[in-house]
């Protein structure tokens, strides 16, 4: 979900630009995003996860749906989610989470 954000974000950036300058700007931008993002293990967004999703949005926990979409996946595999956000996370019954911030 992060990957989907990042990309999602620097390419609606690229259709909303139209100086050449901002143009060339948000496509540096989103090959920069591409290329950091491409170093990581990305976890896929299963079937299993999108039920989970469906658990705790039953939950009410009012965590915003990219944020439980995260959650899910993170208990899917067993993963802590590393956020700053303990706020919201922390709202999701068995979720680890590690602030590397602080």
Do not use: C
């Not at 954000?5 to 050449?20: C, D, H, K, S, V």
């Not at 090959?31 to 170093?39: F, H, Q, T, Y």
């Not at 939950?59 to 700053?84: F, G, K, P, S, Y």
Request: aromatic letters at 6%; zero cysteines; a positive charge.
């Amino acid at each position: 979900m992060t990957v989907d954000e990042q990309i999602a974000g620097w390419y609606t950036l690229t259709r909303q630009a139209r100086r050449p300058e901002e143009i060339a700007r948000a496509y540096a931008h989103l090959g920069e995003a591409v290329a950091r993002l491409g170093r990581w293990r990305i976890l896929p967004y299963t079937e299993s996860a999108i039920a989970r999703v469906a658990e705790l949005k039953s939950l009410r926990l009012n965590v915003r749906l990219m944020d439980l979409r995260i959650a899910a996946i993170a208990l899917e595999n067993q993963a802590a989610v590393v956020t700053r956000n303990r706020r919201d996370f922390g709202r999701v019954p068995g979720l680890s989470i590690e602030d590397w911030s602080a």
